[in-house]
């Protein structure tokens, strides 16, 4: 079962990169949700919390494409190890700001400006993969394995950040964030061998990733997932706190993550022989199917099932976004493109959060779950009815190319 992550971690400086890129994003299950619990400790409103939340997941989306643009240009060490250290400053004044009272304010824009320098430390990573495996098979065990790997916080993160924030310190799970943060970072940007080599703008490189219309897609319909998986955050947390349990509440989210976990070292593990898309458009139906099912949720125990079978819908759809992805981008843009996959992703789940906690705020939890359920449905209506276009035969970058030069030959006869 494991004979196809044993070869990709075999591979020249991979298990190196791959595990400091592990501590590196810690942040991805820990930090949003750190902020919710820092806030809400503090001020006692979701509402603001989700807010604030919100600000600096949009604003981690805004520049993560920019910072990944730059990061294919110039390399990832040269332009991450800066950003970083900004990262790092901005949540520690975050901190100040609450706990020393300043101008209300300062807040959002700590939080602002700790968003944007958070960068996308997945599609660093996923690149180095793409810079250093030797077949599309190899791929997508890596995408699968890192899948796993994001997973691994997501079980652990939650629970250590809402037990720290509720038992020790509110801001407990910020701190955590950023020991992570600085540890990761200085281990994975050191490693040089497995660093994909900075690429020259050409012709090739210029315009937008999205403008292929398989990318758009992708995108549009990760924006719909986002939301559920950032409302499905702040839910579990106010589901617990209502029912007089809230320390419990990252056991919740660790289940959803369990799920995705097993998932997604399933998914890696056997060779398949299906279409990528196709496989993409399956996961995304269950994820909406399992999405409405929450619904149905009465207790910690039935919310916790429910949540751990919707994780194990998550891994398959995140790794089909990621293969469709690299199948039809350009492959001097690979990380931009993988950073607006992330970026997608993030703006959904900061509307998300940010919606939840003010329908928690003005009605409950329950009534809170009608948005992922809803989410997840269009985001499966628009995976099945736009199928067609990620398919890589139609809208990979060599496929779009080759149209072009035929469009331009026919157009120079005539």
């Not at 400790?41 to 807010?51: E, F, K, P, T």
């Not at 332009?79 to 020393?100: E, F, N």
Request: proline letters at 4%; aromatic letters at 8%; one cysteine or more.
């Amino acid at each position: 079962m494991f004979k196809n992550y044993r070869e990709i971690l075999s591979l020249p400086g991979a298990l190196k990169f791959s595990l400091a890129g592990l501590v590196a994003r810690m942040p991805i299950a820990v930090l949003g949700l750190g902020i919710v619990l820092f806030i809400q400790g503090v001020s006692g409103s979701y509402g603001l919390a989700g807010i604030v939340a919100a600000v600096f997941m949009i604003v981690q989306a805004i520049a993560g494409p920019g910072i990944a643009r730059f990061v294919d240009r110039y390399g990832q060490a040269r332009v991450m190890m800066p950003i970083v250290i900004i990262h790092l400053a901005a949540l520690l004044l975050l901190i100040l700001s609450v706990y020393l009272d300043w101008w209300t304010g300062f807040v959002f824009i700590f939080a602002g400006i700790a968003g944007a320098t958070v960068g996308s430390v997945g599609s660093l990573v996923r690149s180095r993969w793409s810079h250093v495996v030797g077949s599309p098979k190899q791929l997508q065990t890596a995408f699968s394995w890192e899948s796993v790997a994001d997973e691994l916080l997501f079980v652990s993160g939650p629970v250590l950040a809402t037990v720290m924030a509720t038992a020790v310190w509110p801001p407990a799970g910020i701190i955590l964030s950023m020991l992570s943060t600085a540890v990761g970072s200085t281990l994975l940007y050191i490693q040089k061998s497995t660093e994909p080599p900075p690429v020259e703008r050409t012709t090739e490189a210029r315009g937008h990733v999205f403008s292929n219309p398989g990318i758009f897609t992708i995108i549009l319909v990760n924006v719909f997932l986002g939301v559920n998986f950032g409302a499905i955050d702040v839910i579990a947390v106010a589901f617990s706190d209502e029912l007089g349990l809230k320390p419990l509440a990252g056991i919740l989210l660790s289940a959803f993550a369990m799920g995705s976990l097993i998932s997604g070292a399933l998914y890696g593990s056997r060779n398949w022989t299906s279409a990528t898309h196709h496989r993409f458009g399956f996961s995304v139906s269950l994820l909406a199917i399992g999405a409405c099912s929450m619904l149905l949720a009465q207790s910690m125990l039935s919310y916790g099932i429910i949540l751990f079978l919707v994780g194990f819908t998550i891994a398959p759809s995140l790794i089909g976004a990621n293969s469709v992805i690299e199948q039809l981008a350009p492959p001097r843009r690979l990380t931009e493109a993988f950073a607006w996959l992330g970026t997608s992703l993030g703006f959904g789940v900061a509307f998300g959060s940010a919606i939840a906690g003010n329908i928690i705020d003005a009605a409950n939890a329950k009534t809170a779950m009608l948005l992922p359920a809803g989410c997840a449905l269009v985001g499966a209506v628009l995976a099945l009815s736009l199928l067609k276009l990620l398919n890589p035969t139609r809208s990979s970058h060599e496929v779009r190319l080759a149209k072009d030069a035929r469009r331009v030959r026919v157009d120079g006869e005539e």
